[in-house]
């Protein structure tokens, strides 16, 4: 599938365009002062030794793992069953990207008036029971993964929104740079620690659909695991 220069010209444009209209709101917020602070190794050190925000610390390890999961590990299964179709992987999470934030549109002033905890936790048990589904994809067949990815794509949105919640709900309530920089520790770690690990599993198995298929079924535990995510007090 090939775009001709005026088609491309065209999308660039149009492109850009909105990536210029998405500067707006920031032009017009209000600057914010922040306290000039120093990081040293050593207090890095003593912020993963110290034993606060251990819940977050716990939550990030998941999140790491399940941002490799996501981003790199089910969209090549999702190539590999879809004929290593680009066109085909693209107009599918297109479409369904499209409907999914159409519903979220809807049901996302709803969420927001709810307990936010306890619809998170249901989100993350829906995720990892996806997860499932998504390992065995290839039992399955093609039927399936529309219905499968739609529910799944769906579902991520609420929960990121929830996350997101919970997140910056937290980092009201705390030493904002001190929750971020614990996040981001844990998060880049985990992603580091588990991307080797799978590496490895390649290296050793090969990869086959049944090999990535048998990584994704981690998805599970990782969809639980964040399940665990709470406010900070």
Request: glycine share 4%; proline share 1%; charged share 15%.
């Amino acid at each position: 599938f090939i775009l001709d220069t005026r088609t491309y010209l065209i999308l660039f444009s149009i492109t850009s365009l909105i990536l210029l209209l998405g500067i707006i709101p920031l032009l017009l917020s209000k600057d914010i002062a922040i306290k000039r602070t120093n990081i040293t190794y050593k207090s890095c050190y003593n912020l993963i030794k110290n034993k606060k925000y251990k819940n977050t610390k716990n939550t990030f390890k998941y999140d790491g793992m399940n941002h490799i999961l996501t981003v790199i590990i089910w969209p090549i299964i999702l190539f590999i069953f879809l004929e290593k179709s680009f066109f085909k992987l693209g107009a599918l999470l297109t479409i369904l990207s499209f409907i999914s934030i159409i519903i979220m549109f809807y049901i996302k002033k709803h969420i927001d008036k709810k307990n936010i905890e306890k619809y998170y936790k249901k989100t993350t048990n829906i995720l990892s029971i996806t997860w499932f589904f998504k390992s065995i994809l290839y039992l399955l067949g093609s039927f399936a993964l529309f219905f499968i990815e739609s529910v799944n794509k769906l579902t991520e949105y609420i929960y990121t929104a929830l996350f997101n919640s919970i997140f910056y709900n937290n980092i009201k309530n705390t030493d904002y740079f001190e929750y971020l920089l614990i996040t981001e520790i844990y998060f880049r770690i985990s992603k580091i620690i588990f991307g080797l690990a799978i590496v490895i599993i390649l290296l050793f198995f090969g990869e086959s659909m049944y090999t990535l298929s048998a990584i994704a079924f981690a998805g599970i535990f990782t969809s639980i695991g964040l399940g665990h995510y709470k406010q900070e007090n």
